[in-house]
């Protein structure tokens, strides 16, 4: 249980509150690069702060204030040009770094119009693996972390995006929280399927691990032991908005107080004989979240996850929750959080942060599944194993993958559709 006040805290993500200066330290997920590719600009909203995206024809990403610096236009509604966005009102050119390049009125009658004082709010993008990284925070920004998955080759990756109506923080508590797979998807996702018990096997034993990017978790659930990689690997709950599970991240990335944007990248290595495989582009897709009446879709495996998480309220109370030994994580992971802020408050950089582009080039995490992706199997292998071979099947993680990247998936494979 927390006080209002901690509650707040942990939530509020606005400029120049704590967590909203926190969470701008590091870099996030904002995009795919992919959605850049039919229009070259797309709002963002981020933290609270409304925002413009852009790829520009000479190539270079912009994360710039939606609201031009000449009279406040949109500038979603401007065009890019080889270097920066036109506003369509009056013409302003402004280039990633916020530098206002020309105003085409006073260009045309003074001989040397000052543009100084017309910079607009600017942040720097990076892409990596396919996804759009932007960083909010105080410059010099450090180094983009190079997660190892993002370098492996030979495998099809994809990117989904869902806009969850809720606050960023219970969405993470997910990312710690093991007992939830039990329930809401081996139980639940049964029930859905029309079985009449709770089958799953139980979860008898957990355990929670700090380092620097995050938490790991380790269980044992009935049928497993110890020797078990749930128990020897683990998963991780990534520092400060993700979580990684072997093949796949999620971010829980926050628009504003009460929405957070689902950021959620795949891979899956093509069957050995498929090699090599290079994959152009990362596709990008939004998963839809309800159906046509109203209600939350409950089919897949993320969609269950929201269900939980917009559940808890726009902003979940957590004066009115009773937390048990199934939520050692989350008391973890709230505590880190608290002193990482107390850190901030007395003028320390906060932790997990790469300052040493060396160090950020490909970091390892706990990965229960890294052979599978870094050495991989053939198609025979992905058949004996019932999670990879349902994966061939269909794409379980979120409902609504669009035709066209499934064509591409199985032509990936090797599969018949
Ligand atoms: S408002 Fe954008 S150029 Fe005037
Ligand atoms: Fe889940």
């Not at 046509?292 to 495996?301: D, K, L, Q």
């Not at 917009?310 to 902003?315: K, N």
Request: glycine share 8%; proline share 7%.
């Amino acid at each position: 249980m927390l006080t209002a006040a901690r509650n707040e805290m942990l939530t509020r993500v606005g400029p120049g509150t704590p967590m909203g200066e926190l969470l701008r330290r590091y870099w996030q997920p904002i995009a795919g690069a992919s959605e850049l590719d039919g229009n070259p600009i797309k709002t963002v909203r981020l933290m609270g702060e409304d925002l413009v995206l852009y790829r520009d024809r000479g190539g270079r990403y912009g994360l710039i204030d939606r609201h031009c610096p000449h009279r406040r236009a949109d500038m979603a509604y401007g065009w890019v040009e080889d270097t920066g966005i036109r506003c369509s009102y009056h013409g302003w050119l402004v280039d990633q770094a916020g530098h206002c390049l020309e105003q085409p009125y006073e260009d045309t009658t003074s001989p040397k119009p000052s543009k100084s004082g017309c910079e607009t709010k600017a942040y720097p993008v990076k892409e990596c693996a396919g996804l759009l990284f932007a960083y909010l925070g105080p410059l010099p920004a450090p180094e983009l972390p190079v997660w190892e998955p993002f370098t492996w080759r030979n495998g099809f990756r994809e990117i989904v995006l869902a806009d969850v109506p809720c606050n960023w923080f219970q969405c993470q508590e997910n990312s710690i929280d093991p007992v939830h797979f039990e329930w809401m998807h081996d139980n639940w996702g049964a029930r859905l399927r029309g079985a009449d018990a709770n089958v799953a096997p139980k979860h008898l034993k957990l355990k929670f691990e700090a380092f620097d990017h995050g938490f790991v978790y380790k269980r044992v659930r009935e049928g497993q032991s110890e020797e078990d990689r749930y128990w020897t690997v683990g998963r991780v709950a990534l520092w400060p908005n993700g979580f990684y599970l072997g093949s796949h991240f999620e971010w829980r990335v926050p628009v504003d107080d009460e929405n957070t944007l689902s950021v959620a990248w795949f891979f899956m290595r093509v069957p050995k004989g498929r090699e090599p495989y290079v994959q152009e582009r990362v596709p990008t897709w939004v998963s839809p979240l309800k159906d046509e009446t109203g209600r939350f879709i409950t089919s897949h495996v993320i969609n269950q996850d929201i269900v939980a998480w917009a559940g808890q309220g726009r902003i979940a109370d957590r004066t009115k929750e009773h937390l048990r030994s199934s939520d050692i994580g989350i008391t973890m992971m709230r505590g880190r959080f608290f002193e990482e802020l107390d850190a901030m408050a007395a003028g320390k950089e906060p932790g997990g942060i790469i300052r040493s582009a060396n160090e950020a080039q490909c970091i390892a995490l706990p990965n229960m599944a890294r052979e599978l992706n870094t050495d991989g199997l053939t198609l025979a292998d992905f058949d004996k194993d019932p999670i990879l071979r349902q994966r061939l099947k269909e794409f379980r993680h979120h409902y609504g993958q669009p035709p066209e990247v499934r064509r591409a998936f199985v032509e990936a494979m090797g599969i018949s559709g």
